[in-house]
């Protein structure tokens, strides 16, 4: 069974710091592009960043681009995502992706909120 479970999440005051991970199951997680997603309340997923398979190619979203950092340990089946210098409008539920459509298989989402 395909499984992935985000953990990390939670409440941050405008420009601190999270380190989402994702673990993966139930597939060979070193075979696939693995992507970040958010959803906002009242808003449609956004695609926020994406990994290859050895992890030598990263991309961003503008919003996040220099904030952001995607990462994978292969070993340990782990999809990271390093938040730095978060802002109010990056509340949202993240969720781990497998693939590079934001629409893909997915986890249940951490909830990540930015307030003071």
């Known amino acids: 069974e395909v499984q992935m479970v985000e953990s990390g999440g939670g409440l941050v005051q405008p420009g601190g710091s999270l380190r989402l991970s994702c673990a993966a199951s139930g597939f060979l997680f070193s075979d696939h592009y693995m992507t970040w997603a958010r959803q906002a309340p009242g808003k449609g997923l956004e695609w926020v960043s994406g990994i290859t398979r050895g992890g030598g190619s990263k991309d961003y979203a503008d919003s996040v681009k220099g904030r952001f950092t995607i990462s994978r340990d292969n070993a340990k089946n782990t999809l990271f995502l390093q938040m730095n210098s978060l802002k109010p409008e990056d509340t949202a539920m993240y969720y781990c992706?497998?693939?590079?459509?934001?629409?893909?298989?997915r986890g249940q989402g951490t909830q990540v909120t930015v307030s003071s």
């Open positions: 992706v497998r693939g590079s459509d934001k629409f893909g298989p």
